[in-house]
């Protein structure tokens, strides 16, 4: 089992900066990428960007990509997402979560999320 804990989220103006950070714990040694995840209640669950577990490769989403930039922090077994120029549009409940393929397919590990809000 992996657990992930988010947190950092928060009020913010537009224009203004977040970093989320995503912590993990658990058989961190079995983790093959991580991923972040946002959502509304009236969207559907939106895929924002990864980042490979072994060699640090990342990939964002061309939504956020000129403005949300995904790092690690090996040694604490910790991923961030850096989100700047925030926009409304990015009010959501962001999610990391986790893929194990010894485990199954897909991310099949997910914390309980952190609540992200821009007002204009």
């Known amino acids: 089992q992996v657990q992930l804990v988010e947190s950092g989220g928060g009020l913010v103006q537009a224009g203004g900066s977040l970093r989320l950070s995503c912590a993990t714990s658990?058989?961190?040694?079995?983790?093959?990428?991580i991923g972040w995840f946002r959502q509304t209640p009236e969207k559907e669950r939106e895929f924002v960007g990864n980042i490979v577990w072994g060699n640090g490769d990342t990939f964002t989403a061309d939504s956020v990509k000129d403005r949300f930039t995904i790092s690690r922090d090996n040694a604490k077994n910790m991923v961030f997402l850096q989100m700047n120029n925030l926009k409304p549009e990015d009010t959501a409940r962001y999610y990391c979560a986790a893929q194990d393929s010894g485990q199954g397919v897909g991310y099949i590990y997910w914390g309980r999320g952190t609540q992200v809000t821009v007002s204009s």
């Open positions: 658990g058989r961190t040694f079995s983790i093959d990428d």
